[in-house]
T-cell receptor, first 114, second 112 residues
């Protein structure tokens, strides 16, 4: 299957700092990218959907000013958690949809806010 | 009521058993159906991807979609300890911009 990478895989930061997570589709162009959040032993929670060159569409209850999404190209999307707090600690996973509509996930980024 | 309901599990089977994982859904507009496998602390991995009704086989995995019953299944033959993971069903309407709706996952343990 196609490969989606995420960087960093793990980040620990102090409360109040901002954290940027990169998501790249390595061997295909992604028409759409998605950002999910997952708490332990729970399913994926969609945060936002982004298309290259346009603003992201956020799910209800997700603060767009706190979770900034930039979809700079067909192979790169970034999620910035601004002024992170301990309650933002979670597993963040990006996903990219290829032109044939298959959807592939990155390996995830574990964020811990102290 | 959730749009997608997945058998919650957890499921524990002996090595070599046939495993059946199931999801039901309520949205008749769903056209694309996926099964993902997620190991602990990893991102989901796409296992099977089907469009509309029917069966699809890939090695030890078979995906079935019955749109008339709004029911999908994933069968795993000759299950192995390495199959131990959480399995997520997902489905989507037939639009390029449509988001996928996921089940809550079934955790499977295959005991040697």
């Amino acid at each position: 299957g196609a490969v989606v990478s995420q960087h960093p895989s793990r980040v620990i930061c102090k409360s109040g700092t901002s954290v940027k997570i990169e998501c790249r589709s390595l061997d295909f162009q992604a028409t759409t990218m998605f950002w999910y959040r997952q708490f332990p032993k729970q399913s994926l929670m969609l945060m936002a959907t982004s298309n290259e060159g346009s603003k992201a569409t956020y799910e209800q209850g997700v603060e767009k000013d706190k979770f900034l999404i930039n979809h700079a190209s067909l192979t790169l999307s970034t999620l910035t958690v601004t002024s992170a707090h301990p309650e933002d600690s979670s597993f963040y996973i990006c996903s990219a949809r290829a032109r044939n509509n298959e959807q592939f996930f990155g390996p995830g980024t574990r964020l811990t806010v102290l | 009521q959730k749009e997608v309901e997945q058998d919650p599990g957890p499921l524990s089977v002996p090595e070599g058993a046939i495993v059946s994982l199931n999801c039901t859904y309520s949205n008749s507009a769903f056209q694309y159906f996926m099964w993902y496998r997620q190991y602990s602390r990893k991102g989901p991995e796409l296992l099977m991807y089907t469009y509309s009704s029917g069966n699809k086989e890939d090695g030890r995995f078979t995906a079935q979609v019955d749109k008339s019953s709004k029911y999908i299944s994933l069968f795993i033959r000759d299950s192995q300890p390495s199959d131990s993971a959480t399995y997520l069903c997902a489905m989507r309407e037939d639009t390029n911009a449509g988001k996928s709706t996921f089940g809550d996952g079934t955790t499977l343990t295959v005991k040697p």
